[in-house]
């Protein structure tokens, strides 16, 4: 049975371990080293603390991925703009778990004061993430080449907007 659900503290090692599995093995994300479970403690207390949801997909009662929003830059002025971030565990990829939880994250942050969400995709050379992102709305907005150096390689970033409002 898939359930998506809010965030409990207890599903946070299962969290930190879906994401260090892409730290450690794929430029998904421009981290080189996993967070600690205290890191994910902080940044899960300052998502709720703002009101924003952080989701997990729960299959037959294993977290089989997350996503949260979060403020897309620190400074007064992009108080209004989102980014999200979702990461499946392995093994759960291609079972339509992305959707379930971006449709569920879109919902739940068109009540808040957001005016847009923006993604950030790494361009890996898969086209998951942004086919799952066109898929609910998102557009294409631009593209940073070589932002990032990792495994040996630069790689660029790929930024969507979806309008909230």
Request: glycine share 10%; no cysteine.
């Given at each position: ?14 969290v930190a371990a ?73 093994g759960f990829t ?72």
């Amino acid at each position: 049975m898939t359930n998506v659900r809010a965030l409990a503290e207890s599903d946070l090692p299962a969290v930190a371990a879906v994401y260090g599995h892409y730290v450690t093995g794929s430029v998904a994300t421009f981290d080189e080293t996993p967070p600690a479970l205290d890191q994910w403690r902080a940044k899960a207390d300052g998502i709720a603390g703002a009101g924003l949801p952080f989701l997990v997909a729960e299959v037959d009662g294993q977290v089989a991925g997350y996503a949260y929003a979060s403020q897309y830059r620190p400074k007064p002025a992009y108080r209004h703009t989102l980014e999200d971030s979702i990461y499946l565990a392995p093994g759960f990829t291609g079972r339509g778990l992305g959707g379930l939880l971006l449709g569920e994250l879109i919902a739940q942050v068109r009540r808040t004061p957001a005016h847009r969400l923006v993604a950030v995709i790494a361009d890996s050379g898969d086209p998951a993430s942004a086919r799952l992102h066109k898929a609910f709305g998102f557009e294409e907005a631009g593209r940073l080449s070589a932002v990032g150096f990792k495994h040996g390689r630069w790689i660029d970033t790929v930024l969507f907007q979806l309008a909230l409002d």
